[in-house]
């Protein structure tokens, strides 16, 4: 009997992945762990690996088609065989139950439930909406969204997902929950309501209705032909970065704290150690390893910040896994390097500079950008002084660093140059509140400032 060959699962939160290329053509011998095609996630390009000896038959997919994780791409077998998958289980209550609670459970050919198993809709309250995932649910709740609006991603474009409803809202005018209800019912269209860079409230809404009831939108204008210069589909990378950033936008409640820094004794004790190490260690310390060391030291004091939040619970992390933000070619990509706080600067740097690399050469592991617990993100060396980064979910924050500039400061009531730099400290209100964040920030600045209080080495 032929084996199926599937997408394997890249991660929990990946859901689709990109089809790259084949590298093996339709009926070709193939050995068990040969690399016979390439899948792109938000992170990285991956190899399929064949699963089987064989002869391979391909299906019917193609470079550039968007395939659910676990989709049966192939089968691997006799020579004269062709590609088919088995019919997929009868599917009952618990089937059904599992696919309604788990948010990105796959859509695949064969070994799991089907799209045409699941049902189209469900009664509730006496109406009929979409088959949707309880987090889903729950954000349309939250913002006042009704699911029959929204199009279904899902099990095969049948079921609404959380990034469905966050889809949605991209694309509405901002209103308050009550002004999207009372809308819903007046049969009011929303985005023909102009409240300039406010938000649509009540007021608005009623006032509408007063002035005459339904409100048609205006038909947005079309480009001429010769207006766009170029058309990048959204996809692969950049749309997966593009959704990954709307979801964490929509779903945390994000607080930006700005903190100055003096960096002059940081910049001295960097110099010192380049003078020092670079030739016994082949590479100049430089600051993202500093700047990570730093934050596993503030993590490991203050581990309210070095946490998750899951559905019923907010978890604080055993390790300190730091990301540090690099931009490649094909998008941003979040190395990871993994016990920072028990591990020494050259340690940091090499690893840090391997990941680095394997990510700008687009040869990320899996394993290099996942299970991240705190992320960095450094635009100091594009001359930016400060910014507002999103926060990587699952994460609970994301410090921003800006770059580092002389300024006339008052030390005392002497005025003196120091070398100055802009931290942004991003977190999520839902798992820490204001006062705690803060001190987390100040401990940062005050071992940026003091940076012989690391043990680094």
């Known amino acids: ?24 053509e339709d009926g070709a011998k193939v050995e068990f762990g040969q690399e016979v095609l390439e899948v792109e996630t938000d992170k990285a390009v991956f190899p399929v690996e064949a699963n089987a000896n064989g002869y391979i038959h391909l299906g019917p997919y193609k470079a550039g088609d968007v395939l659910p994780v676990l989709t049966v791409v192939a089968i691997i077998g006799k020579q004269d065989e062709k590609f088919a998958v088995s019919a997929a289980p009868a599917v009952g209550a618990e089937e059904l139950e599992k696919a309604a609670t788990e948010e990105s459970a796959p859509s695949r050919a064969v ?39 929204v199009s279904p991603t899902g099990g095969g474009g049948v079921r609404v997902v959380e990034k469905d409803v966050v889809a949605y809202l991209s694309r509405q005018p901002k209103a308050t929950p009550l002004a999207r209800r009372i809308a819903e019912a007046e049969g009011l269209d929303l985005s023909a309501l102009n409240a300039g860079e406010g938000v649509i409230t009540k007021t608005d809404v009623l006032g509408a209705v007063k002035a005459g009831g339904a409100v048609q939108s205006a038909p947005l204008p079309i480009s001429a032909e010769g207006d766009v210069r170029e058309r990048i589909p959204l996809k692969g990378v950049r749309g997966i970065i593009a959704e990954r950033m709307a979801v964490s936008v929509h779903t945390t409640a994000r607080v930006t704290m700005f903190m100055d820094a003096d960096a002059t004794e940081l910049v001295r004790f960097r110099k010192r150690l380049k003078e020092r190490y670079e030739k016994e260690w082949d590479f100049s310390p430089g600051y ?43 998008g941003l990509l979040v190395p990871v390097v993994r016990d920072v706080d028990a591990k ?19 040869r990320s592991q899996l394993d290099d950008i996942s299970g991240g617990t705190f992320t960095i993100t450094n635009l100091g060396m594009y001359d930016i002084d400060y910014f507002t980064p999103v926060i990587n979910l699952p994460e609970a924050a994301i410090l921003g660093v800006g770059r580092i500039v002389p300024r006339p400061v008052y030390i005392g009531d002497e005025l003196m140059r120091r070398e100055m730099m802009t931290l942004s400290l991003v977190f999520d209100h839902r798992l820490v509140d204001g006062a705690p964040a803060a001190r987390f920030l100040q401990y940062i600045r005050d071992l940026i400032e003091e940076p012989a209080l690391l043990g680094v080495l």
Not at 118 to 144: H, I, N, T, Y
Not at 313 to 322: C, K, M, S, W
């Open 288 to 330: 993202n390893e500093l700047l990570a060391k730093i934050c596993a030291s503030a993590l490991r004091r203050y581990p309210y910040m070095n946490a998750r939040l899951v559905e019923d619970a907010i978890e604080h992390l055993a390790h300190v896994n730091i990301g540090i933000a690099v931009d490649t070619d094909r």
């Open 1 to 24: 009997m032929a084996e199926e060959l599937f997408i394997p699962k890249l991660g929990q939160t990946v859901e689709t992945v990109t089809l790259i290329a084949w590298k093996v």
């Open 111 to 149: 070994g799991a439930v089907q799209p045409s198993s699941l049902p189209q809709a469900v009664q509730e309250g006496g109406r009929e909406v979409p088959f949707a995932s309880p987090r889903a649910r729950r954000l349309a709740v939250e913002k006042g969204v009704d699911v029959r609006q």
């Open 344 to 362: 020494g600067l050259r340690q940091i740097g090499e690893e840090f500079r391997q990941l680095a690399e394997r990510a700008r050469s687009g």
